[in-house]
């Protein structure tokens, strides 16, 4: 069983238009997290949820709405989509939010264009 | 804020030689931990090796350790005997004892290895 999976893997899309991106843990874990890896392979937290609880917020544009309805999924809801949203998208989920490390799914590519 | 820093793009080794892969972090706090990923071609990311701050010894992972110097607040990565296995992209990343952050990355170091 994959621990931390996300779907889909691959996601193309025009310009303007809403899209999801699911995360499923069966680790039993606490945290969730959402990172972005851009065109550089830079990757950066967007946001980490504790117990379905907001926790970590960066800054980020409010097009991207994150939504956990139990503590075994982390969803990643984008409006209006822009061609610089276009990276790989990684879900996580760790024990607990301090001194663990991270489980990652195997990431979601998204290309708008 | 920590920031996280590999100093090389890229890095070549030979097959079965030995090779080191440098991080630096710049950070004010006493309580965090350290950690080596590797991302293959396929995406997937992967943890190497973990490295508690308060821990003085060096951790080891088979053929991976690591030369933790807090001093100088750097943590670097030696691959022994690589194999044509180990090309990937490898970051290094921070993580405060409180964990309230989530993980800091470098910008990653791509390690490719000759046969």
């Known amino acids: 069983d994959t621990a931390v999976s996300q779907t889909p893997k691959y996601l193309v899309t025009q310009m303007g238009n809403d899209k999801s991106i699911k995360c499923e843990q069966n680790?039993?874990?606490?945290?969730m997290y959402w990172y972005k890896q851009d065109s550089k392979k830079f990757l950066k937290i967007m946001f980490s949820?504790?117990?379905?609880?907001?926790?970590i917020n960066e800054t980020v544009p409010n097009r991207f709405s994150p939504k956990s309805p139990d503590k075994a999924h982390l969803n990643l809801h984008i409006n209006s989509l822009e061609l610089g949203d276009s990276a790989v998208y990684f879900c996580?989920?760790?024990?607990?939010?301090?001194?663990?490390?991270?489980?990652f799914g195997q990431g979601t590519r998204l290309t708008v264009v | 804020a920590q920031t996280v820093t590999q100093s090389q793009p890229e890095m070549s080794v030979q097959e079965a030689e030995t090779v080191t892969l440098s991080c630096t972090y710049d950070t004010s706090e006493s309580d965090y931990y350290l950690f080596w990923y590797k991302q293959p071609p396929s995406r997937q990311m992967i943890l190497v090796i973990r490295?508690?701050?308060?821990?003085?010894q060096n951790a080891t992972e088979n053929r991976f350790s690591v030369n933790f110097q807090k001093a100088a607040k750097s943590f670097s990565l030696k691959i022994s005997d690589s194999q044509l296995g180990d090309a990937a992209m490898y970051f290094c990343a921070y993580r405060s004892g409180g964990g309230a952050d989530g993980l800091t990355f470098g910008k990653g170091t791509h390690l490719i290895i000759q046969p």
């Open positions: 680790l039993g874990h606490d945290t």
């Open positions: 490295q508690e701050a308060y821990k003085q």
């Open positions: 996580a989920s760790s024990r607990s939010r301090v001194n663990t490390e991270a489980f």
């Open positions: 949820y504790n117990n379905k609880e907001l926790i």
